[in-house]
Structures are given as structure tokens and as C-alpha cells.
């Protein structure tokens, strides 16, 4: 038996509900996993609301850390009493046990605790193919990053800054601001009382940046495509403000000859490889102290609701995880 969030209609953070559920057995290449920390992340959110559509009744979150309690015929990668993770999926995260496949499973290095792994993994795996492969950045750069402080955004400003890259930060208030620039984002915009178009032409003498990272979506959306530089890239990959409506593809030709993408992990860690390689970047940069992880905010299982609250009113900062 676990402890498990389930929701069973799509709706605010109340639609959460913490109840017993049943494991199934270990199969071939199962593993038993007694989580130690879920991260919360605004995927979410979306899947509970219905912007992203699940069949009912379902479980939620995709990233957690634990350790092994025991394993199905034939597992080899992993092995009990062993700490690991995973940071995409399956489903089903906010949990206090949980049955996985053994080849979503990835060792904890020493140097990372269980809340910095659950809270690290999607959101640093995501910066990770942002940066390297969707766009891959160059020294010398200079590059604009919408919710700079957030839990994705905290982590590319370390590893931007690390990689020689200039970022152009947006947030949503002075707090966050200063949460910005204390991770190496050099120019931070409070969109909230500045016009970031102007001030990335102003910043970047009227040439713009060859590449916006954008996490919010349809709030910040056309003002991006005006902060581009002659077939610059637009990487939009989260709708915190809600989904970037249909465009004419004319649009992109007429700023720029631009180029707009709508990436997802899932596809840059499709196989166990590309997994493990991710991951392994990830790793050595926490590892090294490049990179740091903040736990913003942590709460129990059991008040997924409040946790989703403070999400949705931006009143988080960093990673957010629940402890079972």
C-alpha cells in the first residue's frame, strides 16, 4: 500500500486529494522505491487543470528521489538500499512509495541530497537541453530568459553564467529581482513595471538577442519575437501565463526570418543513453558547485493543495518539493 495524491476531475488545487492506494507486483525490471522528496513543478499544474489532458482519475507529479526497498527479477542498473531519482516520470510522483521501471532510474551522486535531487531533476535536465541542444549557447553571448527566478530559470542563470553567456533576466517583482542577480543573471527586467522590449534593445544597443528562453507563454509572447535579432530563435517551452496562441508562420518572416520552436524532455531523453547523458551533465555542474540548487519551499504530501496554491500565486521561489 502507498500514500498517494490522486485528483479524479480537473480543477483548482482543492481537486487533490491524498489516498491509500494499492502497488502492483514486481515484475521483470521493477523496482520498489520508498520516496524521500517529490518535486512540484508547473507541468502540474496544467495537467491538473486540464490544459494538458490525462484520463481520470490520475496521479500526479514526474520527479522524485528515494531509495530502494526492493527489486523485480532481473534488475541490474539499480540495487537496494541504493538512493536514486527520476525527473520524467511516469506520472504519479506525489507518493510515498511507488513501483518503477528500473531504466527511469538514476543514482544520486554523494554530493546531492534527496531534496536537491526531486527538486533538480526535471527542472535541470530541462535547462540542460535548453542550452546545449535546443539552442546551444556560445561564450559571449547574450541571451533573454523569462521567470529568472524560478525554479528552471534559477538554475540556467548558474549554468549560463558558467558557460560565459550574458543573460537578460525577466521577473515579476524587486524580490525576485534580487533572487535573479544573486544566481549570475547580469540584467534583470521587472517586467511589472518596465517595458522588457525596450530595455533588451537598450541593454544590447538595438541588436537584440539571438535567442529567448521563454517559460511563461502567452503573457510575453509577441514582445519576445520583438527582442530577436535576424533569424533569432524563439524557444517557448511552458505556458505559465497560459498557452501562446496560433500564429501566422508570415509573422516569423516578417521580424526577422525567426525561427520558433515548442521543445519538450521527453523527446531529448527519449532513450536510456540520452537519459544518462543529460542527467550526467546536470550532475557535474551541482556537483562542482557551478551550479546550486535551492529548495524554496518545502510542505508535506499531504498539502499538495497548499503547495499548488503557491504556485499558481507565484509566491514560490526556486524548487518546491513535498516530503512524504
Given at each position: 500500500m502507498a500514500k498517494a495524491i490522486r485528483f479524479r476531475e480537473i480543477g483548482g488545487p482543492e481537486v487533490l486529494t491524498l489516498e491509500t492506494v494499492d502497488l502492483p507486483d514486481l515484475g521483470?525490471?521493477?523496482?520498489?522505491?520508498?520516496?524521500?522528496?517529490?518535486?512540484?513543478?508547473y507541468i502540474d499544474t496544467y495537467q491538473r487543470s486540464g490544459l494538458y489532458a490525462l484520463p481520470l482519475p490520475s496521479g500526479l507529479g514526474l520527479e522524485a528521489a528515494g531509495v530502494v526497498e526492493a527489486v523485480g527479477p532481473g534488475v541490474s542498473l539499480v540495487a537496494v538500499g541504493q538512493r536514486v531519482c527520476y525527473g520524467t516520470g511516469p506520472l504519479g510522483a506525489y507518493a510515498d512509495r511507488r513501483v518503477m521501471a528500473e531504466n527511469t532510474l538514476l543514482a544520486i551522486p554523494d554530493t546531492i541530497t534527496d531534496s536537491q535531487a526531486a527538486g533538480m531533476m526535471l527542472r535541470g535536465m530541462t535547462v540542460r537541453y535548453l542550452i546545449r541542444q535546443t539552442f546551444p549557447v556560445q561564450a559571449g553571448m547574450t541571451v533573454l530568459l523569462?521567470?529568472?527566478?524560478?525554479?528552471?530559470?534559477?538554475?540556467?542563470?548558474?549554468?549560463l553564467k558558467h558557460l560565459g553567456v550574458t543573460t537578460i533576466g525577466t521577473v515579476g517583482s524587486d524580490e525576485k529581482a534580487a533572487l535573479a542577480r544573486a544566481h549570475g543573471c547580469s540584467h534583470v527586467i521587472n517586467y511589472s513595471t518596465e517595458n522588457f522590449v525596450e530595455r533588451v534593445r537598450e541593454i544590447t544597443g538595438g541588436q537584440g538577442v539571438p535567442v529567448v528562453y521563454d517559460g511563461v507563454g502567452a503573457a510575453v509572447f509577441e514582445g519576445s519575437l520583438d527582442?530577436?535579432?535576424?533569424?533569432?530563435?524563439?524557444?517557448?517551452?511552458g505556458n505559465a501565463s497560459g498557452p501562446v496562441p496560433p500564429i501566422a508562420p508570415a509573422l516569423l518572416s516578417q521580424k526577422g526570418s525567426l525561427f520558433l520552436t515548442r521543445p519538450t524532455l521527453a523527446h531529448y531523453t527519449a532513450d536510456r543513453r540520452e537519459?544518462?547523458?543529460?542527467?550526467?551533465?546536470?550532475?557535474?555542474?551541482?556537483?562542482?558547485?557551478?551550479?546550486?540548487?535551492?529548495?524554496?519551499?518545502?510542505?508535506?504530501l499531504a498539502d499538495a493543495v497548499k503547495a499548488h496554491q503557491d504556485l499558481a500565486g507565484r509566491r514560490t521561489t526556486g524548487s518546491t518539493v513535498l516530503i512524504p
Open positions: 521483470p525490471g521493477d523496482v520498489l522505491l520508498r520516496q524521500t522528496a517529490v518535486g512540484v513543478n523569462h521567470a529568472a527566478a524560478g525554479g528552471v530559470g534559477l538554475i540556467a542563470c548558474q549554468w527582442c530577436l535579432q535576424r533569424r533569432g530563435m524563439m524557444v517557448t517551452f537519459l544518462v547523458d543529460t542527467a550526467n551533465d546536470l550532475f557535474a555542474v551541482v556537483g562542482n558547485g557551478a551550479v546550486k540548487i535551492d529548495i524554496g519551499q518545502s510542505y508535506a
